[in-house]
């Protein structure tokens, strides 16, 4: 959920979006937003799931330091997406296990 | 290879104010940061900053750091975004990254100032999507606008629990609970003060137990402690949340401290362990200094004051200030970091801070 | 839980008594005053620097806590919107014959309007009254913060400290 209006920030005045499409699914993200926040603003918490045993995981640290939001992003897996802004036709996976180059799973 | 005087690690307050310090006094300066964008985690705080008016006190935290990005454009210093810094080699050459390339500065003098990251902690169902860092979700309301959850619960009530709690209200979500392992509320009163009239309610000698969810974060289970911190069976409460933020504390981001070989103490009350450093902030490897949260978790206010007192220190060693006049300068910020250092939150800081600079000067060694 | 600021984020009685920015019986009795609850002696001024009237004392060092002096307050209300710690409250007893206003700082959306009728709450966060805006100001110099003046029945002054905000379901 995006934060429209603020009492502090105000409006939010940003309007350029770019296409991202995430397991398939095409959604709208702020430019330059990072993908972790393209994801959550559409209600996506889950962006990987554990080698082992495959619980999910999502967003923890924010930047960049815990490396739990990785997923893979086009094509490259271990992508930091706290820290990695979205592009117009990033193409984003749910991560499993360690990931594979060029391909998802 | 490209150089620089004085190569600063990190564009947040204590980094910024550093290399404004410098540039004024006519350095070169090259200000590295990994993010996109200058300014570290000043953007986020959109409260009204404490101290006096040469702290900016009432000013909003994001409109101090617009003040300090403007300062370091208008004094030309060069700010080399989306570069991590990866090891500082022999005779203070800077590797970093930039554009998927590696690359070298030379530099004369380095000023960590790296910042801090978030502690995490350990409760069943701690990994489950939803739950996050207070500082993360701070992040996200603030700076991406992003609301993580609307029915949050926030651990701990130190002032970054505290007013990530409000502020998460201001972004449009309920904090239904604010849980606190200690008898009493760690931060500033008054910003506790805020959440209660807001209705937010507090368990201090609470825990969190478990966290459950089928994939994601749906209830918490909170249980009360005894005086040794023990649970106490047949007191759980069960919350209904989408979100569990967790503010318990930072640690000091001192990797590149560790690489170049600086001494290091142990201080729980600085956040861990911390690079030694003197009056001038200069660490036990000379030409190395620190400014910020690495020195020592404390809060943006300070780190800007420790940045400016690096930043003096670098300057006076290139001799872009005579001693004389650089030591007036320094005093100027002792006094003001020391106002910061007072009263109940603030002199177990000074005490620590004090320690640390007594051990880098060749005092008392510990262990 | 215990009592008091450290326990509960809520001043007890008994640390509202004993500190120097709150106001006597007989001044809240005059007319408006500053209602200053900063019971932490945390580093902090601007308070003292707000007003005009010299009529709040920080000095040095900066953690002293904000002293009121009630002769010179006006009730002019800067040093509330200028508080961080959002802890300054403008009280005014006599309003009318049965009610007093209240103005506190209020930085949520959505934010009342004038003439609204608004639920007030307690330290808190419980219902205490009804109440109705009758001021609403935000001007540049407050940066976001806006300043509510509330008219309640004269027995709650002491009670009330802010309005109910709207939640998200």
């Not at chain 2, 390339?101 to 350990?122: D, F, V």
């Not at chain 2, 008054?190 to 209830?219: F, M």
């Not at chain 2, 690079?275 to 020195?295: C, L, Q, R």
């Amino acid at each position: 959920m995006r934060v429209k209006s603020h009492p502090i920030l105000g409006e939010d005045y940003r309007s350029e979006f770019v296409d991202i499409t995430v397991d398939g699914k095409k959604i709208k993200a702020m430019a330059g937003e990072p993908i972790a926040a393209a994801l959550l603003a559409a209600g996506i918490k889950i962006f990987r799931n554990t080698p082992k045993t495959g619980q999910p995981r999502g967003i923890f640290c924010g930047i960049g330091r815990c490396t739990d939001c990785v997923m893979t992003v086009n094509g490259v897996p271990n992508v930091r997406t706290c820290v990695t802004p979205v592009e117009e036709g990033m193409v984003v996976e749910t991560q499993i296990g360690h990931g594979r180059w060029g391909e998802n799973k | 290879m490209k150089n620089t005087q004085v190569a600063i690690i990190g564009a947040g307050p204590a980094g910024l104010a550093a290399a404004i310090e410098i540039a004024s006094a006519g350095g070169k300066v090259t200000l590295f940061d990994e993010n996109q964008k200058p300014g570290g985690q000043l953007f986020k705080q959109i409260h009204k900053f404490f101290g006096s008016r040469e702290h900016k006190a009432g000013t909003r935290g994001f409109r101090i750091a617009e003040k300090l990005l403007q300062d370091t454009e208008e004094l030309g210093v060069e700010v080399l975004l989306d570069s991590p810094v990866y090891n500082v080699f022999d005779n203070f050459t800077v590797g970093y990254i930039n554009s998927n390339k590696e690359q070298a500065l030379q530099a004369e003098k380095i000023i960590l100032a790296t910042g801090a990251s978030e502690n995490a902690l350990a409760f069943p169902g701690g990994t489950l999507p939803g739950v996050m860092g207070a500082g993360a979700a701070q992040t996200m309301i603030n700076v991406n606008r992003v609301l993580p959850g609307k029915e949050i619960i926030m651990i701990g009530s130190g002032n970054v629990g505290l007013i990530v709690s409000y502020q998460l209200m201001q972004a449009g979500a309920d904090v239904v609970a604010l849980v606190e392992a200690a008898s009493g509320i760690g931060g500033y009163g008054v910003h506790a003060g805020k959440i209660r009239r807001a209705g937010v309610p507090l368990y201090t000698s609470h825990t969190v137990k478990d966290v459950v969810g089928e994939n994601c974060v749906e209830e918490a289970v909170i249980v009360e402690l005894d005086e040794n911190w023990q649970q106490i069976e047949g007191t759980e409460k069960h919350i209904k949340a989408d979100t569990i933020c967790v503010s318990v504390g930072l640690n000091p981001l001192t990797e590149l401290a560790r690489l170049v070989g600086c001494d290091f103490t142990f201080i729980p009350a600085l956040g861990g362990h911390v690079p030694e450093h003197d009056k001038n902030m200069e660490t036990t490897v000379k030409g190395f200094y620190v400014a910020g949260d690495i020195s020592g978790v404390e809060e943006a206010s300070s780190a800007m004051e420790e940045g400016r007192l690096a930043g003096i220190a670098c300057a006076e060693s290139l001799g872009l200030y005579d001693n004389q006049k650089a030591s007036e300068l320094k005093q100027e910020v002792w006094t003001r970091l020391d106002t910061l250092r007072k009263g109940p939150f603030g002199q177990k800081r000074k005490d620590e801070k004090d320690k640390l600079i007594k051990l880098a000067e060749g005092g008392e060694q510990i262990g | 839980m215990g009592s008091g600021i450290k326990k509960t984020g809520v001043p007890s009685r008994e640390e509202l008594k004993n500190i120097p920015g709150v106001p006597s019986e007989a001044r809240l009795e005059e007319g408006p005053v500053a209602f200053i609850e900063c019971v932490q002696e945390i580093p902090c001024n601007p308070c003292e620097e707000a007003c005009r009237f010299d009529a709040i004392e920080v000095g040095k060092p900066i953690t002293n806590l904000p002293k009121l002096n009630e002769e010179k307050c006006t009730g002019c209300g800067m040093c509330v919107a200028a508080c961080p710690g959002l802890a300054i409250f403008k009280l005014h007893k006599n309003y009318t014959a049965k009610t007093s206003i209240v103005e506190f700082p209020f930085e949520y959306h959505p934010c009342p309007q004038k003439d609204d009728n608004v639920r007030c709450v307690n330290r808190e966060g419980q219902f205490v009254v009804e109440g109705k805006v009758i001021q609403v100001k935000s001007p540049k110099k407050f940066d976001a913060t806006v300043l509510l003046t509330v008219e309640i029945p004269r027995e709650y002054l002491l009670e009330v400290r802010s309005i109910e905000r709207k939640r998200c379901k």
